[in-house]
């Protein structure tokens, strides 16, 4: 069955990068989308940023573009995201999911982020 | 962008109890919206698409309904394993967004 794992834990400081891998088994990662959604402690869910894995188009949220870069290699069945200048307020789990044109799934395991001085 | 109001925000009931949630959009999305169900340390599962389509595996004391702007989760016979927080999400528009969650436990 489909199923995408991710990356462990990472600790930040403000200002540095984080890129987060996600590696997908048991379906066509080529002919699907990847979609980011991260989750604040105690918080909902905040869609970040979409790449279509066969052509490289991608698409992110009005509140984070510049700062995030998603990426995919179809070569690993790998996607990737990348979070610059990170703040105290990006300290979240990140997940990537499957996006189809009907729902989002399956999710990732999510990777925490902590970003403290 | 597609705003979506989901309530309550925290509810809790009796095991068998039935449960309702509602989840509202601030614009037309026909049925295309899903239900989430996240446990509690857990990454969120898919519970229901199109509105209404259970997902192959989910009990069947779980149903969608709704469309346009108005939709409701509904749980039948509440069991000790449904204790979590529930999401609408909605897939009609870019960005994707998600209601704020309601989170259900056992009294």
């Known amino acids: 069955q489909a199923q995408l794992m991710q990356s462990g834990g990472e600790v930040k400081k403000p200002g540095d990068s984080v890129r987060v891998s996600c590696k997908a088994s048991g379906y066509s990662f080529v002919n699907s989308g990847m979609s980011w959604v991260r989750q604040a402690p105690g918080e909902g869910l905040e869609w970040m940023a979409w790449?279509?894995?066969?052509?490289?188009?991608?698409n992110y949220a009005q509140r984070l573009q510049g700062r995030v870069t998603v990426t995919s290699d179809t070569s690993t069945n790998t996607a990737y995201m990348e979070l610059m200048s990170l703040r105290s307020d990006d300290t979240a789990v990140y997940y990537c999911v499957r996006e189809t044109p009907d729902y989002f799934d399956p999710w990732g395991q999510g990777t925490l982020v902590i970003v403290s001085s | 962008d597609v705003q979506m109001t989901q309530s309550p925000s925290s509810l809790s009931a009796s095991v068998g109890d039935t449960v309702t949630i509602t989840c509202r959009a601030s614009r037309n999305i026909h049925t295309y919206l899903t239900w989430l169900q996240q446990k509690p340390g857990k990454a969120p599962t898919l519970l229901i698409y199109g509105a209404s389509t259970l997902k192959t595996g989910v009990p069947s004391r779980f149903s969608g309904s709704g469309s346009g702007t108005d939709f409701t989760l509904t749980i039948r016979s509440l069991q000790p394993e449904d204790v979590a927080t529930y999401f609408c999400h909605q897939v009609y528009g870019t960005p994707s967004s998600f209601g704020g969650g309601t989170k259900v436990d056992i009294k």
């Open positions: 790449i279509n894995v066969y052509n490289g188009n991608t």
